[in-house]
């Protein structure tokens, strides 16, 4: 029995930037993306969270590759948008996989009082699961929704093209269980509006 999401969550969203859909520098001459509902996932997600009062993190990833798509000088380093944090969020900007190593993710939550984290973005096999393991490993209840993420086919060392979904799917099941725990957005949602009677009200208004 998982406990209902109380003030000390806090949704972290990984690297939602336009730079994610450039799909033929992620995978390669013939780059595909799975799940393409991830963004309205997210949306969801994090309208839910903001109603309920409960803090958000936001990683913004700018590369060490002069022409990498995630450099937040270019175009395609932004935000996607409705992703725009708000003033009280925490945004960190990082050059690695991990959210925590080289900025003061970890150093925010815990000031803020934050031990539980829900964790959507970009990419699953990357960014999320690097963040994601280095979250369980410091100590952090993780919860990953896989429905709001998601990636890019890859390509192996022997030229096999290995399909976005599949990639998708192997690292949740790597994940889950072990560094965090895997939910369904419902799941999730469920778990934020048991504690939260007022967001109840406010959705069953629509």
């Known amino acids: 029995m998982i406990p209902a999401f109380a003030d000390d969550t806090a949704l972290l969203l990984i690297d939602v930037q336009v730079g994610v859909d450039v799909l033929d520098h992620w995978g390669g001459p013939t780059g595909r993306r799975n799940n393409p509902e991830a963004e309205t996932i997210m949306a969801s997600v994090l309208d839910a ?21 995630l450099k937040l000088s270019l175009p395609t380093g932004a935000q996607k948008p409705g992703f725009e944090p708000a003033d009280a969020d925490i945004v960190v900007v ?14 925010e939550l815990r000031r803020a ?18 963040t994601v393991r280095m979250a369980g490993n ?15 086919n890859r390509v192996g060392p022997d030229g096999v093209d ?11 099941a790597n994940l889950n269980g072990e560094f965090c725990t895997a939910l369904s957005v419902d799941a999730a949602l469920g778990l934020l509006d048991a504690d939260n009677p007022d967001l109840q009200r406010v959705q069953g208004n629509e």
């Open 162 to 172: 290995h399909e976005p979904e599949l990639v998708h799917q192997m690292t949740v």
């Open 49 to 69: 969270f903001r109603r309920s009062g409960h803090r958000i993190a936001f990683t913004r990833h700018d590369s060490r590759e002069e022409a990498s798509p």
């Open 94 to 107: 990082k050059d690695v996989n991990s959210g925590f190593v080289g900025t003061s993710l970890e150093v």
């Open 138 to 152: 410091l100590g952090f209840d993780t919860y990953l929704i896989p429905e709001g993420c998601a990636t890019t």
């Open 113 to 130: 009082g934050i031990g539980r984290l829900v964790v959507v973005g970009f990419f699953t096999n990357m960014c999320v699961e690097t």
